[in-house]
């Protein structure tokens, strides 16, 4: 199970299946201006922050489930989104 959480406010974003999936969440958020839904930071100096996307993996077999990786993919704020990691089209 793949999940991504905004680790700048501690928030999950949503999870799935595949890696390929939660890539593709990603994708669409970076179309999305900075200050729009889902980008939209919750702080109350929103103008000043913004969104750090990492997906993180967990292996659900095991109770709790256990955390298998952690990666920084993403980044959206007001200069506009910053991919970490290389992504294909």
Not at 30 to 57: D, F, K, L, Q
Not at 64 to 80: F, M, N, Q, T, V
Request: aromatic share 8%; with cysteine.
């Amino acid at each position: 199970m793949f999940l991504i959480e905004d680790e700048r406010h501690a928030e999950p974003q949503g999870e799935f299946e595949s890696l390929n999936a939660a890539i593709q969440e990603l994708k669409n958020r970076s179309s999305i201006p900075w200050n729009e839904s889902p980008n939209a930071a919750p702080c109350t100096n929103s103008e000043n922050c913004g969104r750090s996307y990492e997906i993180v993996e967990y292996d659900t077999t095991s109770v709790p489930r256990k955390e298998i990786s952690r990666a920084l993919y993403l980044e959206i704020d007001s200069s506009g989104a910053k991919w970490h990691l290389p992504i294909e089209d």
